[in-house]
C-alpha cells in the first residue's frame, strides 16, 4: 500500500506538470472549448496507461535490444510535435466555429503518446523505480497503470478547464492569436531537452 501511494505522488508530479499532452489539451480547450476537447482528453486518459502497461509488460525490451528504433521514434516524434506547434501557433481564432481546424480525435490523442518523449520518460521511469526483483511483476505493473489512470483525468483535465476558462478570457481574437502563438512556443521549448538527447546519441558520440 505504501508503494502504491508513493506512485500515486508520481504519477500526480509527473502528469500535473508542463508537457506537450497538458500544452495541447489546454490549447484545445481555448479553440474548440472543453465537449470539443473531449476526444482529446479520453484519448490521453486513457492512451498514456495503456502504453504504461505495455511498457511495463516488456514492450520495452524491445528498445534496449534495438536502441536505434527507439531512437528514431524520438525523431519521427520530434518531427510530429514541430508540425503540432506550428498547427497551434497558426490556428485561426475560433477556428472550429468556422471548421477550418478540428481538434484531436480519441485515436489521434491515444497514438501519440508512443512519440511523446515526456510519456517515455514518464512511463519507464515509473517501471523502472517501482517494480522490484522479489515482487510480483504482473501486480506491480497493474498498480502503476492504476495509478496513472487514476491522475490522469484530474491532472489532465485541470489543464483542459483552465483553457475553456481562458477561451471565455480570449474573447478578442488579437489575444486568441497571441495565446496559440505561445503554446506553440511552449510546445517546441518542450521538444529542447529530446534535441538535445538526439545531439548527444548521433553527433557527440561520433565525435
Not at 501511494?5 to 479553440?31: C, D, H, R
Not at 534496449?64 to 510530429?80: D, R, S, T
Not at 496513472?148 to 485541470?158: D, E, K, N, Q, T
Request: hydrophobic share 60%; glycine share 8%; net charge positive.
Amino acid at each position: 500500500m505504501e508503494i502504491f501511494i508513493a506512485v500515486l505522488f508520481f504519477a500526480f508530479s509527473t502528469t500535473i506538470t508542463p508537457g506537450p499532452n497538458n500544452v495541447m489539451i489546454m490549447s484545445s480547450g481555448v479553440n474548440y472549448g472543453i465537449r470539443a476537447s473531449m476526444p482529446h482528453f479520453l484519448g490521453i486518459c486513457l492512451g498514456f496507461p495503456v502504453m504504461v502497461l505495455l511498457v511495463g509488460f516488456g514492450f520495452g525490451v524491445v528498445f534496449e535490444k534495438f536502441p536505434n528504433l527507439h531512437q528514431l521514434i524520438k525523431v519521427a516524434g520530434v518531427a510530429y510535435l514541430l508540425w503540432l506547434a506550428w498547427h497551434i501557433a497558426t490556428a485561426e481564432p475560433k477556428a472550429i466555429e468556422k471548421g477550418t481546424r478540428k481538434p484531436f480525435t480519441f485515436w489521434q490523442a491515444a497514438l501519440f503518446q508512443w512519440v511523446n518523449a515526456k510519456a517515455w520518460m514518464m512511463a519507464s521511469g515509473a517501471v523502472a523505480a517501482y517494480t522490484t526483483v522479489t515482487g510480483n511483476p504482473v501486480t506491480e505493473v497493474l498498480a502503476i497503470t492504476l495509478a496513472f489512470f487514476l491522475m490522469a483525468f484530474p491532472c489532465v483535465g485541470i489543464w483542459l478547464l483552465f483553457g475553456s476558462l481562458l477561451r471565455k478570457v480570449l474573447s478578442n481574437a488579437l489575444f486568441q492569436r497571441i495565446f496559440n502563438i505561445t503554446m506553440g512556443l511552449i510546445l517546441v521549448a518542450s521538444i529542447i531537452p529530446v534535441l538535445q538527447e538526439l545531439w548527444q546519441f548521433y553527433f557527440a558520440r561520433a565525435a
